[in-house]
């Protein structure tokens, strides 16, 4: 029989972040299901986007690496490829991510501390010495100079004799997100839409395979948002860049199925699990109904996850392999393609190698002993996962109804209305934090004075040296002229309507510089909060 006594009211009342009150228990009558819940790989995809989900595949793990040097990097990507990684994710060091080189003024003391430093394409050669192009899968966590980067990737991948129509892999560029939250720009934001759907363009045609846009609300989380306004302003944006490609002529059908997104694992397992499944069921609602996508993959919201590296700690690090453990579950629970599990010394470094290894295995156990990829959607039908699901997207809508009032992702942007919202978010927690509302174990809570201290992964300053030594020999070496008339050619494409990409690919072929094809760009579009205004 149901028990239908009265139940004394909770000592005190439970929240998401997203201001979503949970109940002490859930019944058949809290979740207002609508019939039966379609099955994984049917519209609209709220239980998975395929039928059998990781029976059929596992996720693709996919450990994010870069730092000091190409030849670095590269024995870190072979290592974890040795350990059993199924495909490369490339982290760029900041002055690659902002459009410089290695010996600019701008870049002093920032060369491959974050990532990788790829100025040439030499640079990029020796990032995948050895490694073939056409055999694996590449994830490149780059935004503003993307379009070049990708073209040195096709470049080194010839170079090895990989076809280009067989190449696979993901091109970050989602430029929106980098003035909401993490701030590597260059251009202002109307060029830059330019350059997103001049690669989705180039791709169609050149690179069939390739994902040319991951639509990030990683960033987003971390920079404070709550899981209701990670989904909200994720797909807001997605909004835009599918806006931007239809106004520049593209069939939706021909870009659409090589959009993917990039999501924030947090640490509230089921409200991670209900994020993941509200964003699917609302993309193929949106894709569908808004743009009138025909295609099954224009209609299916294809996501990485990485855990999230704002809620590792600095006090207590072993703390962060369990986070980081419950994080990931809550991914594969959720149905992720692909993920990233962070280090548990990244709150102090980059991380040890010892550490990386350990995150990868992370994944491995997960996969393999755990069950959690068994069968697709193993929280379906729950009571309180499906009531987090349509509260989340009714939160979801809420606010994407508020920024496409203010004229849509880019406007808001433009006006504020997106950093405010996720600045008075961040604020709340810590706020919550301080008052002990919200408990971080190790840091307000179960406080330890004294502990032994982590190893911390160290730059080779000479690996660094040798990086500028290097870049220097390689323009000493090209033909001058020849790459001063390439980008020539760049710049007189910038200022028409041509896709860039096929300019700025010749110019690499000729040895221009990252840092010269920007500058190039900067000439012509002005930088984002610099003198020059766009026209």
């Keep these: 029989m149901t028990d239908t006594k009265p139940r004394p009211p909770a000592e005190r ?18 979740w207002a299901a609508d019939g039966a819940l379609p099955d994984p790989g049917q519209f609209p995809y709220t239980r998975g986007i395929y039928p059998t989900m990781y029976r059929g595949r596992r996720w693709t793990m996919r450990q994010y690496a870069g730092f000091t040097s190409a ?42 501390r974050v990532g990788v430093p790829i100025s040439t394409l030499d640079d990029m050669r020796r990032l995948f010495a050895g490694i073939p192009l056409g055999e694996v899968t590449t994830s490149m966590t780059i935004n503003a100079p993307a ?14 004799g990989a076809d280009p129509k067989g190449l696979g892999g993901t091109i970050q560029n989602d430029i929106l997100k980098e003035y909401i939250a993490r701030g590597t720009y260059i251009f202002p934001p109307r060029p830059s839409m330019r350059l997103i759907t001049d690669i989705f363009a180039y791709c169609a045609r050149e690179l069939p395979r390739w994902n040319t846009i991951s639509i990030s609300g ?28 239809l106004a520049a002529g593209l069939a939706v059908d021909d870009f659409a199925p090589r959009l993917a997104f990039f999501f924030n694992g947090h640490n509230n397992i ?72 962070n280090g548990f010394d990244e709150a102090l470094g980059l991380p040890t190698e010892d550490a990386a290894v350990l995150a990868l295995r992370t ?17 379906g039908g729950s009571y309180f996962v499906e009531a987090l699901t349509d509260e989340l997207q009714h939160k979801a809508e809420t606010t994407m109804a508020e920024v496409a009032a203010g004229g849509g992702a880019v406007a808001a942007i433009e006006q504020g209305y997106v950093q405010d919202a996720i600045a008075e978010q961040a604020y709340r927690h810590e706020a919550a934090l301080a008052s002990g509302e919200r408990i971080i174990v190790g840091v307000n809570k179960y406080v330890e004075r004294e502990h032994a201290p982590t190893p911390v992964f160290r730059i080779d300053e000479a690996a660094v040296d040798l990086q500028i030594a290097r870049l220097r020999e390689f323009r000493a070496k090209r033909d001058g002229a020849e790459v001063g008339a390439a980008l020539d050619r760049v710049r007189a494409c910038a200022e028409g309507a041509d896709n860039l990409l096929y300019p700025m690919k010749e110019a690499l072929r000729l040895g221009a510089t990252v840092g010269e ?7 012509v579009f002005g930088q984002y909060g610099g003198a020059m205004t766009e026209g």
């Excluded at 009342?13 to 859930?26: F, L, M, R």
């Excluded at 994710?89 to 600019?104: E, H, K, N, R, W």
């Excluded at 404070?224 to 909200?232: D, F, N, R, V």
């Excluded at 700690?313 to 991914?331: G, H, S």
């Design 13 to 30: 009342a439970v929240e998401t972040d997203s201001g979503i009150e949970v109940k002490p228990v859930y019944r058949a009558d809290d």
């Design 71 to 112: 030849d670095e990097s590269n024995k870190r990507y072979r290592l974890l490829l040795a350990r059993g990684q199924m495909g490369l994710s490339v982290a760029f060091d900041l002055p690659t991510q902002i459009g410089y080189d290695s010996d600019a003024p701008e870049a002093f003391g920032e060369v491959g």
């Design 147 to 160: 379009a070049i980067l990708l073209l040195l990737y096709q470049l080194v991948a010839e170079e090895q």
């Design 218 to 245: 990683y960033h987003i989380r971390e920079a404070g948002s709550s899981a209701a306004q990670e989904i909200a302003f994720t797909l807001a944006d997605g909004i835009a860049y599918v806006e931007a490609a």
């Design 270 to 341: 089921f409200q991670e699990v209900a994020k993941y499944r509200a964003a699917r069921r609302m993309w193929a609602g949106i894709m569908r109904d808004r743009f009138g996508a025909r295609s099954e993959r224009s209609l299916t919201l294809r996501f990485h996850t990485q855990t999230a590296g704002s809620s590792l700690t600095a006090q207590q690090p072993l703390n962060n392999v369990v986070r980081t453990a419950y994080q990931a579950l809550a991914a594969v629970l959720g149905g992720t393609q692909s993920l990233h599990t």
């Design 363 to 379: 994944q491995q156990i997960l996969a393999e002993e755990s069950g959690a990829a068994d069968t697709a959607d193993p929280l």
């Design 517 to 523: 094809v920007c500058d190039t760009l900067r000439g």
